[in-house]
């Protein structure tokens, strides 16, 4: 299984918290869907096996025409191995999503929405600069229900003057909508974004982790009473329903960007495209793949297999560590994890279920996170993360 993921860099206006590569005039749009469908064929050697997922990110996705997707779609299937079944997800902004425009989506190979909602509440909307507004982020769901059964939104916690009761009805509004998959992000700053240079002038407070900790444990506790799986840190479906791109990911399966800024991963090598429109179109008009590739090591797998598993429900398998890496990392990987065991934040379990079991009918011995851990995760896999062996 792998996956391609297509980067539409254009956006209507910057969000203030964003540190994604667009840009918000669309100047070059024609010129750089030209340069998407080329890098699509001149990367058609680059994925082996089927191609079980496509995902249109950004920027705003939901900006192209719908002959523009349907043409990028056709180069893929022309160009790759896709499988009879696809999940085939577009990132939408709910201020697109009219009518008209679901409509037409559903006549598209398209059968996934991910729409970008990140709050129902006007205050933070503003806050965060979003395009759209309160009412547009409920009625767009209740039209795109109409025509989708596969949608996904985003919200965001952890905002600076966004109370638990706040956050809170954000989440019981979307079970209301009932919505199948919810992926749910706490507020970072990022460098070099007007977030962090608002924080730095005073004009906002800033972002506290306790805050966001406390949304996340009120979030998993309002999903699970609702019946919603986390299979992994961000993301919460209903049984059935896990989005086959974020699983796909979390497992370490290949995939190929397709356009500026997109990165790609083949197992062994990564590499991602230059974040510059201009730049990505000049040189994919003259045959150049505009990229930056790195080889990694034994150390850099474990430690990207150790940051993924350890942020999904199955967690670190000690089988795989052992004949992926050798004995040495999985000695390390226990030395490393018992602090945290001890401390209540990493469990070391047993699965004995059918799903689970290795060949020869023994449970498969695995380290998952606590949900005294879940919050702290990423700072937990860093401790396990390796620098050298001794």
Same mark, same amino acid.
């Given at each position: 299984?792998?996956?391609?993921?297509?980067?539409?860099? @254009?956006?209507?206006?910057?969000? =203030?918290?964003?540190?994604? =590569?667009?840009?918000?005039?669309?100047?070059?749009?024609?010129?750089?869907?030209?340069? %998407?469908?080329?890098?699509?064929?001149?990367?058609?050697?680059?994925?082996?096996?089927?191609?079980?997922?496509?995902?249109?990110?950004?920027?705003?996705?939901?900006?192209?025409?719908?002959?523009?997707?349907?043409?990028?779609?056709?180069?893929?299937? !022309?160009?790759?191995?896709?499988?009879?079944?696809?999940?085939?997800?577009?990132?939408?902004?709910?201020?697109? %999503?009219?009518?008209?425009?679901?409509? &037409?989506?559903?006549?598209?190979?398209?059968?996934?929405? $991910?729409?970008?909602?990140?709050?129902?509440?006007?205050?933070?909307?503003?806050?965060?600069?979003?395009?759209?507004?309160?009412?547009?982020?409920?009625?767009?769901?209740?039209?795109?229900?109409?025509?989708?059964?596969?949608? $996904?939104?985003?919200?965001?916690?952890?905002?600076?003057?966004?109370?638990?009761?706040?956050?809170?009805?954000?989440?019981?509004?979307?079970?209301?909508?009932?919505?199948?998959?919810? $992926?749910?992000?706490?507020?970072?700053?990022?460098?070099?974004?007007?977030?962090?240079?608002?924080?730095?002038?005073?004009?906002?407070?800033?972002?506290?982790?306790?805050?966001? &900790?406390?949304?996340?444990?009120?979030?998993?506790? !309002?999903?699970?009473?609702?019946?919603?799986?986390?299979?992994?840190?961000?993301? @919460? $479906?209903?049984?059935?329903?896990?989005?086959?791109?974020?699983?796909?990911?979390?497992?370490?399966?290949?995939?190929?960007?397709?356009?500026?800024?997109? =990165?790609?991963?083949?197992?062994?090598?990564?590499?991602?495209?230059?974040?510059?429109?201009?730049?990505?179109?000049?040189?994919?008009?003259?045959?150049?793949?505009?990229?930056?590739?790195?080889?990694?090591?034994?150390?850099?797998?474990?430690?990207?297999?150790?940051?993924?598993? %350890?942020?999904?429900?199955?967690?670190?398998?000690?089988?795989?560590?052992?004949?992926?890496?050798?004995?040495?990392?999985?000695?390390?990987?226990?030395? &490393?994890?018992?602090?945290?065991?001890?401390?209540?934040?990493?469990? =070391?379990?047993?699965?004995?279920?059918?799903?689970?079991?290795?060949?020869?009918?023994?449970?498969?011995?695995?380290?998952?996170?606590?949900?005294?851990?879940?919050?702290?995760?990423?700072?937990?896999?860093?401790?396990? @993360?390796?620098?050298?062996?001794?």
């Amino acid at each position: 299984m792998s996956g391609i993921y297509i980067h539409i860099p @254009f956006c209507k206006q910057a969000c =203030h918290y964003c540190d994604f =590569h667009f840009s918000t005039s669309m100047k070059k749009k024609d010129e750089l869907i030209q340069a %998407l469908v080329k890098e699509i064929q001149l990367r058609k050697e680059e994925l082996v096996g089927t191609v079980e997922t496509i995902y249109f990110g950004g920027g705003t996705p939901s900006l192209l025409e719908i002959s523009e997707l349907r043409m990028l779609i056709a180069e893929v299937y !022309k160009n790759f191995n896709v499988s009879g079944d696809p999940e085939i997800t577009i990132e939408a902004n709910p201020d697109d %999503l009219t009518e008209t425009l679901l409509h &037409q989506l559903t006549k598209s190979p398209i059968n996934r929405l $991910s729409i970008g909602v990140q709050s129902f509440f006007e205050e933070d909307l503003k806050f965060m600069n979003r395009a759209h507004n309160a009412e547009e982020a409920s009625k767009c769901i209740q039209l795109a229900k109409k025509h989708f059964s596969n949608i $996904s939104i985003d919200l965001i916690y952890g905002i600076p003057k966004m109370t638990n009761e706040r956050w809170l009805a954000n989440v019981e509004k979307a079970l209301e909508l009932d919505i199948p998959h919810l $992926s749910c992000y706490a507020l970072t700053v990022e460098p070099k974004t007007a977030l962090e240079n608002f924080i730095k002038k005073g004009i906002v407070p800033p972002v506290e982790d306790d805050v966001a &900790q406390e949304h996340h444990n009120l979030l998993i506790e !309002k999903t699970e009473t609702a019946g919603y799986e986390n299979y992994e840190f961000s993301n @919460f $479906s209903k049984p059935g329903w896990h989005s086959k791109n974020n699983t796909a990911y979390w497992q370490g399966k290949p995939y190929l960007g397709i356009g500026p800024s997109a =990165h790609s991963y083949d197992g062994d090598r990564r590499s991602w495209n230059v974040a510059n429109n201009s730049l990505y179109i000049k040189k994919i008009e003259a045959g150049e793949l505009p990229l930056e590739r790195e080889t990694l090591s034994i150390r850099d797998k474990y430690n990207e297999y150790v940051m993924t598993r %350890l942020r999904t429900t199955n967690g670190i398998s000690l089988q795989e560590i052992s004949e992926m890496f050798g004995e040495q990392y999985l000695e390390y990987l226990l030395k &490393q994890a018992k602090e945290h065991i001890e401390n209540g934040l990493l469990k =070391h379990v047993t699965f004995g279920d059918l799903i689970r079991r290795k060949p020869d009918g023994k449970g498969v011995e695995r380290l998952i996170v606590t949900k005294k851990g879940k919050f702290l995760s990423d700072g937990i896999a860093s401790d396990l @993360f390796l620098i050298e062996l001794q």
